[in-house]
């Protein structure tokens, strides 16, 4: 399947539940470090491998090899320009580094069958969400008719982390002290800084088109689940959704696992990106779901704090100034203070190396600061900017760290 040998012995191997393809998941660690293990979902724009224009229709026998060839871990998305991949359950950062690039490559190389590529970003740099055609599906044709043009435009693609909570309860606890923490996540993954062949000047405007949508944002200040489920009931009572996977909140809690679901990130072009970004939540889910107390301090105030922080790490990304009660803090100041608390978490977890990485993101810049990089080396061309992510995403290419351009923060 093209994994590493060396991890090989770090897995445990097993057929699916039908008994018809292999699945990887981390060899399981002691039951308390099983109990934070976490996933990975991502979506890629798929393109014509020659133009690296986005793809507009897409064959079903693309879907069916790359679920084949991925073990079952590959599937269409809302459009037919999307595919979108999930790792399995994991408790080593490395094992799941391994896997997604294990996925990457897999599935570029059944796309390159077809003639196409993946790109890892949440914003086709050229693509026209016009042109764009919902994939053939009951669930996504009943969301179309819902949607509409709303759906229509959702020609974005974003990245989820799960982090298996047990207790339901206390999920909504760390959901909710979780809230002025989700900026930063924001910032870090920011690959979205184009849209409809133009600079948009913001480093994420995936979430400004994103939120469209209805149930979207960040999560309401639930405290129990007995509060969040009288919300989804009202909801499907009405009619409004048949069931809670249409919450679409920038974190909720998971329909089918005992997970709590980041989706508030971007697409990391990078794939070392990626896990460094779950790492973070993963420790900080850790810190919080150990201290419950810390979610009474999370009220509306703080939320309004975390709506306006949200808006501008979607804006200025790793660049920007947050707001505080005590006036405004770097990204990389945040940061520090959240590695602080969770650094004895993530040592625990065994993902502290993955957690510092964030610094880097932080100080040196996120995709979209390459992106826009290459974008302006290159006097103006977007071709630049779509072979840039094209190698980045099966790491042919690694951003220039040292060389990376920084905006003046705001």
Known sequence: MGLDPRILEKLRLGLSDDERRL?????????EVTEYSFGIEEEYFLADAKTLDVAIRTPDDLFEAANWSTGGQAMREMLQAQL?????????AGDAREELKFLRREVASVAGQYGLTILACSTHPTATWRSSQPTPRPRY??????????GQRNMLCGMHVHVQLPDPE??????RAMIPYIPVFIALSASSPFWNSRETGLKGYRLAAYDELPRTGLPELFTSKKQYDRYVAALTKSGVMPDESHVWWAMRPSLRHPTLELRAPDVCTAVDDAVAVASLYRALARHLYLNPDLAEAV???ERAIAVENKWRAQR??????????DGPVTGQEILNRMIADVAPHAETLGCLAEVERCRTIMQFGSSADYQLQAYRESGGQLTAVTRWIEAATVSRAEPPRSQAPVEPAQ
């Open 23 to 31: 699945v990887i998941r981390s060899a399981t660690g002691g039951e």
């Open 141 to 150: 044709v009943e969301m179309m008719e819902d949607l509409r043009i709303v």
């Open 84 to 92: 979108e991949v999930a790792t399995n359950v994991h408790v080593d």
């Open 170 to 175: 206390r999920r909504f606890a760390v959901m």
């Open 316 to 325: 200025y990304g790793t660049d920007c100034l947050f707001v505080t009660e």
């Open 299 to 301: 009220g509306n105030v």
